[in-house]
């Protein structure tokens, strides 16, 4: 079986400042790699995901992750946050060909932003 | 139009009660799924369904069912509910089944037990 392990549980920073949150997973074969965020209150939403291809990924509002498959890593970088990206962030996997048992999730990173 | 909708948004229920939660997909997705976020924000993914076929995680509690009326529906019932059961439910929707795409969730449901 698959699993996720998000190394902070706790991020806070300043406006401006750089972002990187580490994601390691464990799977002895192939896997899709996503990033999820939830705002205060919300539902999940995708940040970005990698499949295949360049290992550096671009995603929605500034975020990009790279995929260094020999470090079994898919750490989440941005290098300006903002206020509005106090948020908590969770990497998931699912193991290909393994839709349906379903996205194995890391425990999350609440990340504040302090203004 | 919303993509995944949940219904209700907030639920509060005395121990030992029946409910359920309502999910539905316009998005024409044939796989769906349950996840459950404790307390902690932990999410873990309580059922897949696709192309009728229900695909159970071992450390759900035979209380919890899934019902697919159609494939944009895929209902939880809960039975004797329990103080543990209290958690944020969320239904998602993929295109398939393969892993191979994105999957979108609803708003969730806060279900808690009395």
């Known amino acids: 079986a698959q699993s996720v392990s998000q190394h902070n549980h706790h991020v806070i920073l300043s406006e401006a400042a750089s972002l990187e949150l580490g994601c390691n997973y464990s799977y002895g074969g192939t896997v899709n790699l996503f990033w999820y965020v939830q705002y205060p209150g919300q539902h999940l939403q995708l940040l970005l995901k990698y499949f295949s291809g360049d290992p550096l990924v671009k995603g929605i509002k500034g975020f990009e992750a790279e995929f260094i498959k020999s470090k079994f890593s898919f750490n989440l970088r941005k290098p300006s946050v903002q206020w509005s990206d106090t948020a908590e962030y969770f990497c998931?996997?699912?193991?290909?060909?393994?839709?349906?048992?379903?996205?194995?999730f890391g425990k999350g990173t609440h990340l504040i932003i302090q203004p | 139009d919303t993509a995944v909708s949940q219904t209700p948004k907030y639920l509060v229920t005395q121990m030992g009660n029946d409910k359920s939660i309502k999910c539905e997909q316009n998005?024409?997705?044939?796989?769906m799924y349950w996840y459950k976020q404790d307390s902690k924000k932990f999410l873990k993914i309580m059922f897949s369904?696709?192309?009728?076929?229900?695909?159970i995680n071992e450390t759900v509690p035979n209380r919890f069912s899934p019902k697919s009326p159609d494939k944009a529906h895929l209902n939880l019932h809960i039975n004797s509910l329990e103080l543990g059961d209290s958690a944020v439910y969320f239904c998602?929707?993929?295109?398939?089944?393969?892993?191979?795409?994105?999957?979108?969730f609803g708003p969730g449901t806060r279900l808690t037990v009395l």
């Open positions: 998602a929707s993929s295109q398939d089944g393969t892993g191979h795409n994105e999957q979108f």
């Open positions: 998005l024409g997705h044939d796989t």
């Open positions: 998931a996997v699912i193991r290909r060909g393994g839709g349906a048992d379903g996205l194995t």
């Open positions: 369904y696709n192309n009728k076929e229900l695909i």
